[in-house]
């Protein structure tokens, strides 16, 4: 098996895992929110974090066809999901 380095440490088979935090785009676009999260991750012991960060226009399209509308029930039921992606 084949190993990769990381900032000076060795990941791979043998190795100690190394652990990602995921926090999808759940700061908001709020940098003090991300800022926050990223310590919280690193205080309960991950190696990196993940964080996304998008437009409406990188993930859908605005569009009212039946494809683009969230089905189902809950808070963004009937909604475009242009709208989810603008509004967060």
């Known amino acids: 098996m084949s190993t990769i380095t990381i900032a000076g440490r060795e990941i791979g088979a043998g190795k100690s895992i190394y652990i990602i935090a995921e926090g999808s785009a759940n700061h908001g676009g709020d940098r003090l ?3 926050r ?3 919280a991750a690193a205080g309960a012991g991950a190696d990196a974090y993940k964080a996304q960060t998008y437009t409406p226009s990188d993930m859908t399209v605005e ?3 039946p494809e683009f509308v969230v089905r189902g029930k809950g808070k963004w039921a ?5 709208d ?3 509004e967060g």
């Open 37 to 39: 999260m990223i310590r």
């Open 84 to 86: 989810l992606y603008v």
């Open 33 to 35: 929110r991300a800022a």
């Open 63 to 65: 569009s009212d066809r």
């Open 78 to 82: 009937g909604r475009k999901l242009w």
